[in-house]
T-cell receptor, first 112, second 112 residues
């Protein structure tokens, strides 16, 4: 399975944008890039996903590099409720892989 | 609508005992997943059910672990002869086919 690399932790000031990077240099052509986040004492929740083009939804934006070997999750205005562990995950739509490989993610701290 | 629910929320047991964890997926979701998360770690895939197909048990750590899904809905994860290293949060997720996964709040298992 193609794996991802993320920084262990990041900090952001409240109300400022946050850019969470993810490297996936071994990504295959059929891998979708998914982002989940896990708030304290809760199960993970879906944030966003994409294949090649940048994606926007009400929670965040996903910027995907042209060679697809990296991506960035963008929170446009961090709030205290965004403090969580953010996981970048590849899912192979070609093989219909069933489980998601969650690494250790990036722990985001939001400073008031 | 109702999300994924898991019971119990907390379970404390003694080494060597049998435990049963329950997951109620979102109605209509055909796929169901079990993961576990040790303290400070990412999620570890355990088992996956999809419709009437044979489950993917590739993540079960030992033969002490088993799971079943009755009637394509509720699932139970059972652990026999529990060990202290089984202590973790056990997370269940469901999805509509191979779509994004919706997680329950988890069951925190503590083996003394």
């Amino acid at each position: 399975d193609a794996k991802t690399t993320q920084p262990n932790s990041m900090e952001s000031n409240e109300e400022e944008p946050v850019h969470l990077p993810c490297n996936h240099s071994t990504i295959s052509g059929t891998d979708y890039i998914h982002w989940y986040r896990q708030l304290p004492s809760q199960g993970p929740e879906y944030v966003i996903h994409g294949l090649t083009s940048n994606v926007n939804n009400r929670m965040a934006s996903l910027a995907i590099a042209e060679d697809r070997k990296s991506s960035t999750l963008i929170l446009h205005r961090a709030t205290l409720r965004d403090a969580a562990v953010y996981y970048c995950i590849l899912r192979d739509a070609g093989t219909g892989a069933n489980n998601l490989f969650f690494g250790t993610g990036t722990r985001l701290t939001v400073i008031p | 609508g109702a999300g994924v629910s898991q019971t119990p929320s907390n379970k404390v047991t003694e080494k060597g005992k049998y435990v049963e964890l329950r997951c109620d997926p979102i109605s209509g979701h055909t796929a169901l997943y079990w993961y576990r998360q040790s303290l400070g770690q990412g999620l570890e895939f355990l088992i996956y059910f999809q419709g009437n197909s044979a489950p993917d048990k590739s993540g079960l750590p030992s033969d002490r672990f088993s799971a079943e899904r009755t009637g394509g809905s509720v699932s139970t994860l059972t652990i026999q002869r529990t060990q202290q290293e089984d202590s973790a949060v056990y997370l269940c997720a469901s999805s509509p086919g191979q779509g994004d996964q919706f997680f329950g709040p988890g069951t925190r298992l503590t083996v003394l």
